[in-house]
């Protein structure tokens, strides 16, 4: 067999069944303890009382197990990332080693764990090195009491057979799957992300997003918000975080500018400075293991050291929640305040809350009007669920018909962003539906109107990794948290060609995309893929939208101010006479 290394599709590609027999296992497990069974169909019940779904019992138990049963995977491929790296030190291996020396250490160590344990065994031994995290102060966080390894634990069967995966070999005695990388590249976690199981990629519209997108939008939002505020005091968010990317990024522009703000300081310091202005929250609890700890390891590789035992405690400002229901609003009440006039603290504390939420953290996190930059790529999905549907609905106040939930993310992400002299600045990639369907007339016709919006990018032709392989439906927007400050806005308008997706892949971007990239500076600039133009908000605060370039806009507002009629009303006026 061949020497794999860290690529991550390959390596996702076979950690899928051992997601799968973790979940089945798991299960009977579940099945087999009544009393269990019980206080998951209590936990179901106070779920559906609250209003946190409206998903049946056998929906519900399967996204618990899946995201317990990742949850040990994935905290086993962090053992191995820190093992092969020797990140915990020379005596930190329990499942194996890039090294055979230090591969037989650790079996030897298991091996004399079971002589003095015999009542043990292998899950047991997963768990002690499960424990050298927490006990480690930088990895504490990966396995604290919101952690998703807590949800329910696997048969020593199960785990066994996720040990000999780790342990395998090929002809020539190497390990198939190591670790060992002088980067400490986290890259591979993203496609553990995205593809681990299928269940997961369904239910939370799982989708990395690429890093040439991260950095023009941190271009577009960040570098201009630092501008004109103190770096001691900023904060940026990313409330629908997935693997990190934004985050990462955000990280990188922060660290380089603490070195140069603060050379005289230790560089454990500059670098935590630098998370400490971070944040994200998304719904899915092992994206935000992920996004954390490759947000701890960027950390470990900024500060230079090349070892965790004697690591700070980073600060990590990440938490699993939904974005949309957590948080107070203007008047101090949460999302599950709403029609209960009698809220106080303590209600508040009682409130359903799944094992990986941290109510008090998510409350914090994602009050109104702290963050000098909101950013992120928020799923193009509708609310499928009609508990969370119906709760969207109430709290905020342009979701029509079968929205999708670019909707109530928009008001979200500038709500997040602080409002007046410096207003936070916002910027995301998000579906483009909300443009062309009936649900997104409320948004363009009252809330873009009463929001600064500064740029408008209809990246639909560009080529993105993991969306149909005919054009992406997207857009991008840049704002700022305040009422309009000029009469028109920047729009980068589509002239109907696609890039080509193997053509694109080559180059890492395609030709549409450089193209925007070049060229958004220069209005009036025209390409056989692209035109830049300035486009009146009056133009824009009519649905549907229409962001074809070549002149297309202007002809079609033109038309629109001299016509005496539309042809909508005249077909109306002729159907009113039939009847």
Not at 252 to 257: A, E, F, G, S
Not at 259 to 274: C, F, M, Y
Not at 321 to 343: E, K
Not at 559 to 571: D, F, M, P, Q, Y
Request: aromatic share 10%.
């Amino acid at each position: 067999m061949a020497l794999a290394t860290i690529a991550g599709a390959a390596l996702t590609a076979e950690l899928r069944p051992q997601v799968a027999l973790l979940v089945e296992d798991m299960r009977e497990r579940l099945m087999d303890d009544a009393e269990a069974v019980d206080r998951w169909r209590a936990q179901h019940g106070q779920a559906v009382a609250e209003e946190r779904t409206a998903g049946s019992w056998t929906d519900w138990c399967e996204d618990q197990l899946t995201q317990a049963a990742v949850g040990w995977l994935l905290t086993s491929v962090f053992v191995r990332f820190c093992e092969d790296n020797l990140l915990l030190g020379d005596t930190g291996v329990w499942i194996t080693h890039a090294d055979a020396r230090l591969r037989q250490r650790a079996l030897d160590a298991e091996n004399a764990f079971y002589q003095a344990h015999p009542d043990k065994s292998y899950r047991e031994w997963l768990q002690v090195a499960f424990a050298a995290l927490r006990d480690n102060r930088a990895t504490a966080p990966l396995v604290d009491e919101h952690a998703a390894i807590g949800i329910i634990t696997p048969s020593s069967d199960a785990v066994n057979q996720l040990l000999q995966f780790w342990r395998r070999t090929d002809d020539e005695g190497n390990l198939v799957w190591r670790f060992n990388d002088e980067e400490l590249s986290t890259r591979f976690l993203g496609d553990l992300y995205q593809d681990l199981s299928d269940y997961a990629k369904k239910k939370y519209a799982l989708l990395q997003t690429p890093e040439f997108v991260e950095e023009f939008i941190l271009d577009q939002a960040m570098i201009p918000a630092l501008k004109d505020r103190p770096l001691e005091e900023f904060k940026l968010i990313d409330p629908t975080c997935g693997s990190g990317h934004f985050l990462l990024g955000a990280f990188k522009i922060l660290v380089d500018r603490w070195h140069r703000e603060a050379p005289g300081w230790e560089s454990r310091a500059r670098v935590n400075k630098a998370l400490e202005s971070i944040y994200g929250v998304d719904l899915n609890p092992f994206a935000v293991a992920i996004a954390m700890f490759r947000l701890m390891v960027a950390a470990l590789k900024e500060t230079g050291d090349r070892s965790l035992v004697n690591a700070p405690g980073f600060t990590l400002n990440l938490a699993n929640g939904d974005s949309l229901l957590h948080g107070p609003d203007a008047l101090g009440r949460t999302a599950f305040d709403y029609g209960d006039d009698a809220v106080n603290k303590d209600a508040i504390a009682s409130r359903f809350a799944y094992r990986t939420e941290d109510l008090p953290k998510l409350r914090k996190f994602l009050a109104p009007g702290q963050y000098d930059v909101v950013v992120g790529n928020p799923p193009y999905i509708n609310a499928n669920d009609k508990a969370l549907n119906a709760r969207y609905r109430e709290i905020y106040h342009y979701c029509k018909g079968k929205y999708a939930l670019t909707v109530p993310f928009m008001e979200k992400f500038f709500d997040l962003a602080k409002p007046g002299e410096r207003a936070g600045w916002v910027g995301q990639i998000t579906s483009n539906s909300f443009m062309k369907r009936d649900f997104g007339a409320p948004l363009i016709e009252r809330f873009f109107p009463a929001i600064d919006l500064q740029l408008v990018i209809d990246s639909e032709g560009v080529w993105i990794p993991g969306h149909n392989m005919d054009g992406t439906p997207t857009v991008i927007l840049v704002g700022r948290n305040r009422r309009p400050q000029s009469v028109d806005v920047r729009c980068v308008l589509s002239l109907g060609k696609r890039e080509k997706p193997q053509e694109a892949a080559a180059l890492g971007s395609g030709p549409y995309w450089s193209s925007i990239v070049a060229h958004l500076s220069e209005e009036g600039y025209e390409d056989e893929w692209i035109s830049v133009a300035d486009l009146p908000r009056e133009t824009l605060g009519h649905h549907p939208w229409s962001l074809s370039g070549g002149g297309a806009v202007e002809m079609l507002a033109a038309i629109e101010n001299t016509a005496k009629h539309h042809l909508v009303s005249r077909a109306r006026n002729s159907l009113h006479k039939c009847y």
